[in-house]
């Protein structure tokens, strides 16, 4: 049974560690709501119960914010006080969303899914991206299950609708020697971000939403509950040993095409030829090496100048 919570708050400030509290239709302090759903908040697109089956991981707890400086930041400090594997942390809106390499994730509230998954996975800190695998994965999979919409991957944690970005996804872990003792995935999806009429109007060439691509508003808590189903299966499996890379690298782009890719430490340019196990993308350069690289950003050569003109105010 999940039990959805919202934080106590003092001020306009948010405390570090909420309690739970059951909120929805038929719900009351402190206790559960029955069957499992999502009610949380008419305007924030989660008010509906709608059974999902049996859940061993995910979103058995949920705490949801209407506003809060990021998910990331709470999820943190919900793992550092020990909230177990499968805690969600939902918000309408974040204002100081990030994503990878330190960027701003910018979301009009009320538009997006806005979240954060505590982790504590069995894998080596150098596997810790095969979590973002299976929840981009997860998400491609939730998205065509419910729509006609195809959904691909820009290596390392862009997802994809019509070519555009439409999502991102940000992992971060704490370790201790060889082992992760937690791991944050946060998720930013639009769904039903007007991208043209919003302050991201100047991305309309590289960014999409849901909304826009099926020309109609979709309903955040049935996707987010197909996520989150979709997302409990996979991980299963990925305790178990299955390997994601064929799933993952089908959905993949740019795979076959020449690339630039800028690391943290160099510009590499050459033909980007799969990924490994542990999902860092092995790149064929023109010298004939085949190089793995754990982190960067990824542009087709000619769509580097393209690239430049982008924001990278919504670029996880």
């Known amino acids: 049974m999940p039990l959805l919570a919202t934080p106590p708050r003092v001020g306009p400030k948010t405390l570090a560690n909420p309690q739970p509290t059951g909120v929805g239709k038929g719900g009351s302090r402190g206790r559960k709501p029955p069957g499992f759903g999502i009610c949380l908040c008419h305007r924030f697109g989660y008010n509906q119960t ?20 990021s998910t990331q930041d709470e999820a943190r400090r919900l793992a550092e006080g020990g909230a177990p594997e499968g805690t969600i942390v939902l918000a309408e809106e974040q204002t ?71 999502g991102g996804i940000l992992t971060e872990i704490q370790t201790s020697a060889d082992r992760i003792l937690y791991a944050i995935v946060g998720v930013g999806l639009n769904v039903n971000v007007k991208i043209s009429e919003s302050p991201l109007s100047t991305l309309a060439p590289y960014a999409t939403s849901l909304s826009d691509e099926l020309g109609y508003e979709f309903p ?45 430490t160099e510009t590499i340019e050459g033909v980007a030829i799969g990924v490994n196990e542990d999902g860092a993308l092995l790149l064929a350069t023109h010298e004939g090496e085949v190089k793995t690289i754990w982190a960067g950003d990824v542009t087709l050569k000619k769509e580097v100048g393209h690239e430049q003109k982008d924001n990278p105010r919504h670029r996880p």
């Open 50 to 69: 709608k059974p999902m089956g049996e859940l061993t991981v995910f979103g058995r707890r949920i705490y949801y914010f209407r506003t809060t400086t």
């Open 96 to 166: 100081a969303g990030r994503g990878r390499l330190g960027r701003t994730w910018i979301s009009p509230p009320g538009s997006s899914i806005l979240m954060s998954i505590i982790f504590r996975p069995p894998l080596l800190p150098h596997q810790a991206h095969r979590l973002t695998m299976v929840t981009s994965l997860s998400i491609a999979e939730a998205i065509e299950n419910l729509t006609p919409l195809k959904v691909a991957i820009k290596w390392p944690n862009d997802i994809l609708l019509a070519g555009k970005k439409a």
């Open 220 to 264: 955040r808590f049935i996707l987010l509950q197909e996520i989150i189903s979709c997302l409990e299966g996979n991980y299963q499996e990925l305790k178990k040993g299955a390997d994601f890379r064929a799933k993952w690298q089908a959905r993949l782009h740019p795979l076959g095409r020449e690339v630039t890719v800028i690391t943290p």
